[in-house]
T-cell receptor, first 115, second 114 residues
Framework: GAGVSQSPSNKVTEKGKDVELRCDPISGHTALYWYRQRLGQGLEFLIYFQGNSAPDKSGLPSDRFSAERTGESVSTLTIQRTQQEDSAVYLC?????????????FGPGTRLTVT | GDSVTQMEGPVTLSEEAFLTINCTYTATGYPSLFWYVQYPGEGLQLLLKATKADDKGSNKGFEATYRKETTSFHLEKGSVQVSDSAVYFCALSDHAYNTDKLIFGTGTRLQVFP
C-alpha cells in the first residue's frame, strides 16, 4: 500500500519568503507528526496531531512556524518569513494511534534550502 | 528534559565484523525505545523496538536490550554486511507526555567495507 508521501521533495527559497510543505499520511492513521532534521543532527519534534484533539505544538521553534491538518488526512506545515537557519529536511510521520508502542512511518522528507 | 545520546560516527567495519552502537537515554517516565535506520537515498524506517525494561528487540540480525539500570539500549549485530551501511538513530517515546513524539539521538553512520 501507499506510504507517507511529502511534497515537494526539494524546495529552494529566498530568505524572507513563505513556504508551504505538504504531507499525506497513510490512510487510516490518526496520528501525524512533523520533525525537522538539520544537517548532521538528529530529528527534532515540531508538532503532533491526533484525531480531533488539540495539536501539540510544543516543538515549533518560533511563531513563524504553523501547521494544519484537515481531519485525519493531509497536513501542511507553513514557514513564514524564512530564515537561513530554517534550512533542513522536514519529515512527516504517521501512526495508527497515538500510543508509543505503535510504529511511526516516515515520509521521504522535504529538503528546504533558504538562500 | 528527555534526551538520547548515541556514539558519534562514522563507524567503519569490515564485512562480518561485530557491531556495537552505544545509546543511553534520560527520561522522566517509562519510555519505549527504538532504533531507526536510514539507508542511502531512502526514508527513515523502524529497525527494532522495546517497550519495557529487559525487553530485547530484534530484527534482521540486529538486537538491542532495554537496560533500565544503565539507561541504555545499545545496538548490536554479530556479523555485519555491506548492505548494513546506513545511518542508525536511537530514539525514545516517553509516555509521561500525552503525545508519543520521538526524541532522537544525532545518528551514527555505519560504513561496512568488503
Amino acid at each position: 500500500g501507499a506510504g507517507v508521501s511529502q511534497s515537494p521533495s526539494n524546495k529552494v527559497t529566498e530568505k524572507g519568503k513563505d513556504v508551504e510543505l505538504r504531507c499525506d499520511p497513510i490512510s487510516g492513521h490518526t496520528a501525524l507528526y512533523w520533525y525537522r532534521q538539520r544537517l548532521g543532527q538528529g530529528l527534532e519534534f515540531l508538532i503532533y496531531f491526533q484525531g480531533n484533539s488539540a495539536p501539540d505544538k510544543s516543538g515549533l521553534p518560533s511563531d513563524r512556524f504553523s501547521a494544519e491538518r484537515t481531519g485525519e488526512s493531509v497536513s501542511t506545515l507553513t514557514i513564514q518569513r524564512t530564515q537561513q537557519e530554517d534550512s533542513a529536511v522536514y519529515l512527516c510521520a504517521s501512526s495508527l494511534v497515538g500510543q508509543g508502542s505503535y510504529e511511526q512511518y516516515f515520509g521521504p522528507g522535504t529538503r528546504l534550502t533558504v538562500t | 528534559g528527555d534526551s538520547v545520546t548515541q556514539m558519534e560516527g562514522p563507524v567503519t567495519l569490515s564485512e562480518e565484523a561485530f557491531l556495537t552502537i552505544n545509546c543511553t537515554y534520560t527520561a522522566t517516565g517509562y519510555p519505549s525505545l527504538f532504533w531507526y535506520v536510514q539507508y542511502p537515498g531512502e526514508g527513515l524506517q523502524l529497525l527494532l523496538k522495546a517497550t519495557k525494561a529487559d525487553d530485547k528487540g530484534s530484527n534482521k540480525g540486529f538486537e538491542a536490550t532495554y537496560r533500565k539500570e544503565t539507561t541504555s539500549f545499545h545496538l548490536e549485530k554479530g556479523s555485519v554486511q555491506v548492505s548494513d551501511s546506513a545511518v542508525y538513530f536511537c530514539a525514545l517515546s516517553d509516555h509521561a507526555y500525552n503525545t508519543d513524539k520521538l526524541i532522537f539521538g544525532t545518528g551514527t553512520r555505519l560504513q561496512v567495507f568488503p
